[in-house]
């Protein structure tokens, strides 16, 4: 049974820093690429990032580029999203997601399994 797991969300000011983790097991997480997506109500899920399985290879959306930094620790069977300065536009709901193959993807189709989300938000 494959279980993905994010923590670490929580309340920032803007320009603040937040590390997001996201736990998998019950697959074969080194041939897996995993992507950070999020979500606002009323909107649709949107890319934010992705890692290859050997974590060599990134892929991120631009409104995130040069703030958040994806990485991953397969010992660990452990991806991060390492978000800073913040912006009240980065406020939603963020998903971690596994693919069964080990390329980057910003396509949510591409993504099997999905964790529960944690609820990141950006406010004085």
């Known amino acids: 049974q494959v279980e993905v797991v994010e923590s670490g969300g929580g309340l920032v000011q803007p320009g603040g820093s937040l590390r997001l983790s996201c736990a998998a097991s019950g697959l074969n997480f080194n041939a897996a690429a995993m992507g950070w997506f999020r979500q606002v109500p009323g909107k649709e899920r949107e890319f934010v990032c992705s890692?290859?399985?050997?974590?060599?290879?990134?892929l991120y959306a631009e409104p995130v580029t040069g703030r958040f930094t994806v990485s991953r620790d397969n010992a660990q069977k452990t991806v991060f999203l390492q978000m800073n300065t913040l912006k009240p536009e980065d406020t939603a709901a963020y998903y971690c997601?596994?693919?069964?193959?080990?390329?980057?993807?910003?396509?949510?189709?591409?993504?099997?399994?999905w964790g529960q989300g944690t609820q990141v938000t950006v406010s004085s």
């Open positions: 997601a596994a693919k069964i193959w080990s390329s980057t993807s910003r396509n949510e189709n591409e993504y099997k399994y």
């Open positions: 890692i290859s399985g050997s974590g060599v290879t990134t």
